[in-house]
């Protein structure tokens, strides 16, 4: 015979027989197999003790004075402490065995006299095993219950927090960009119907953002997981226009891959600082040009010779000043640019030239910090505004030189490219993007961390914030570039790789008669 499991041994096994010799056969078979065996000669006291200590399974004898096996199961099992115990009946030689009322009673088997040892034992071992397995689906059972409490409870409050939160809300499909659930806050700032928004297409709505950057920001959002704080402008179904922040993070929604966009509407807030930072610069303005007048009189001698001292000194606020100027200029030109007071005045113009034009300005200042600055001009004409082209492009050579160490290299270059070709499959359903020219500036600098490539093109958004006051930036280039590229209708981002260098590339449309 197999000998029992370890955990079987382990069984707590109650025998009520009050035939002493029975109970002696019974226990000395159990106690022999590794089981705990307890007996008692009364039906009551078996139940007293089932109650007070249950054990794994009752051999219940049914002939008993007082209280019969029958009248025992039958208080087992109405007692919640005992219910769940299985009772097996033993029927001693001569008894009448009622199956029937055995089963009733709520017996899970019985055993007749004349047993063998092997099948008392199999039938006990059946059904601890049965037990066992019945207990490990209860514990499950409840654990799986609570996860859904749980999960009910984690679901309410999302809900909750959903339709509650003051921050515009709206759960997007992954690839296709369409609205499956928005909140109030939402609707509120869209000034659409719940009805006129689910199952749409951002881009079916105009709510500002074509397919193309929905597929950039996808794609972002797919190497990064999360996207925090992306600027842009929203338009709502009055074609009113709102500054939002906008933070996104991949969700499984029922299986499917989906978008969670937070919106932070920032309009008012934005409407102030643009206020505040013009009317500063204003008012800075005159002073200023008084301040360099004065440093001009003392840089040119004309009130006397100044000290050595008194020179550096001088440098010191000539430096400052025209950092000051610089700042203040770029604060009121992007303003202008914004508020559309400045336009672009575009014309044919040679895209060969500008990149040319683009290196001589910036000759000297690579030559100061020793970067040798290489071109690869192409000839194509461009439709474009060709001083503010060449802003961009200068102050994008800037950054590279500045940002690069001496003995390195700059590239400026540019190629031809098939809109639909290049940006690829994304584009298609949406024709084919008209024929255009990448040009790219590249350097082998410190590079820029991927969560700062964005950010980098907003206002005073620098990777380091000590950069404009080390590197005499003022935090306003790259926004100016982003400016007058959107205003040519081209693209203007960055990639890089941090150690190794930047490639800032702008993609301008061709002239086409
Ligand atoms: P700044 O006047 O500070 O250069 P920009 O708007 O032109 O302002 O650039 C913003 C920030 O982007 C810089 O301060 C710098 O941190 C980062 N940056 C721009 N170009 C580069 C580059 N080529 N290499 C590394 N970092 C760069």
């Known amino acids: 015979m197999s000998k029992p499991s370890v955990s079987i041994t382990k069984a707590d096994i109650l025998v009520i027989d009050d035939t002493p010799e029975n109970l002696h ?86 055993i007749a006299k004349p047993f063998q040892v092997e099948e008392v034992l199999a039938r006990i071992e059946n059904h601890l095993t049965t037990r066992r397995l019945q207990k490990q689906l209860q514990t499950q059972n409840l654990q799986l219950q609570q996860e859904i409490r749980e999960r009910q409870q984690a679901e309410e409050k999302f809900t909750k927090a959903f339709r509650a939160s003051p921050n515009p809300i709206a759960i997007t499909t992954l690839f296709e ?66 500054i939002v922040l906008l933070s996104t993070e991949l969700i499984d929604l029922c299986g499917d891959r989906c978008v969670l966009n937070i919106f932070n509407d920032i309009t008012e807030r934005k409407r102030l600082e643009n206020e505040f930072i013009s009317l500063v610069s204003h ?38 000043t025209e950092r000051l100027v610089r700042l203040v200029n770029d604060i009121l030109d992007l303003e202008r640019m914004k508020s559309g007071k400045i336009t672009m005045q575009k014309v044919k113009c040679n895209a060969a030239d500008l990149l040319t034009q683009a290196t001589e300005a910036m000759q000297g200042m690579a030559n100061q910090a020793q970067v040798q600055l290489i071109t690869e001009p192409v000839a194509a004409d461009l439709w474009a505004d060709p001083d503010r082209i060449l802003q961009t492009l200068t102050n994008l050579l800037s950054n590279a030189i500045k940002f690069s160490e001496p003995g390195s290299a700059v590239w400026l270059a540019a190629k031809m490219e098939n809109g639909k070709q290049e940006i690829g499959d994304r584009e298609q359903g949406l024709g084919a993007a008209p024929p255009s020219l990448r040009i790219h500036v590249r350097d082998q600098g410190r590079g820029i961390p991927t969560d700062k490539l964005h950010t980098i093109f907003e206002r005073f958004q620098q990777v380091d914030a000590s950069d404009s006051r080390k590197k005499g930036g003022t935090g306003l280039g790259l926004a100016i570039c982003r400016n007058i590229v959107e205003q040519h209708n081209g693209r203007i981002w960055a990639e890089s790789i941090l150690g190794q260098g930047s490639t800032f590339n702008v993609i301008l449309p061709l002239y086409r008669n």
């Not at 056969?25 to 307890?38: D, F, H, N, P």
């Not at 939402?186 to 074509?210: D, K, P, Q, V």
């Not at 301040?291 to 020179?311: F, K, P, R, S, V």
């Open 177 to 242: 960009g369409r609205f499956v659930e928005v909140n109030p806050s939402f609707l509120r700032m869209s000034g659409y119907t719940r009805e006129e928004i689910i199952g749409c297409l951002a881009a079916e709505l105009n709510l500002g953002f074509t397919q193309d950057s929905y597929h950039q920001a996808i794609q972002r959002l797919q190497e990064t997981e999360a996207l925090q704080n992306h600027e842009f402008e929203f338009r709502t179904q009055s074609n009113e226009t709102r």
């Open 25 to 110: 056969l019974l226990s000395t078979m159990l106690t022999e197999r590794g089981y705990k065996v307890r007996s008692v000669t009364k039906g009551l006291t078996g139940l007293r003790g089932a109650q007070a200590a249950p054990p794994d399974l009752i051999l219940l004898d049914i002939n008993m004075p007082q209280m019969n096996g029958y009248e025992v199961c039958q208080k087992l099992k109405d007692d919640d402490r005992t219910r769940e115990i299985p009772v097996i009946f033993i029927s001693a030689l001569g008894d009448v065995l009622d199956k029937v009322r055995a089963f009733t009673v709520g017996g899970v088997d019985y």
């Open 283 to 320: 008012e800075l303005r005159t002073p200023m040009n008084s301040m360099i007048g004065a440093l001009d009189l003392l840089a040119t001698g004309q009130l006397g010779a100044l000290t050595e001292q008194g020179q550096q000194v001088l440098n010191i606020a000539i430096t400052n």
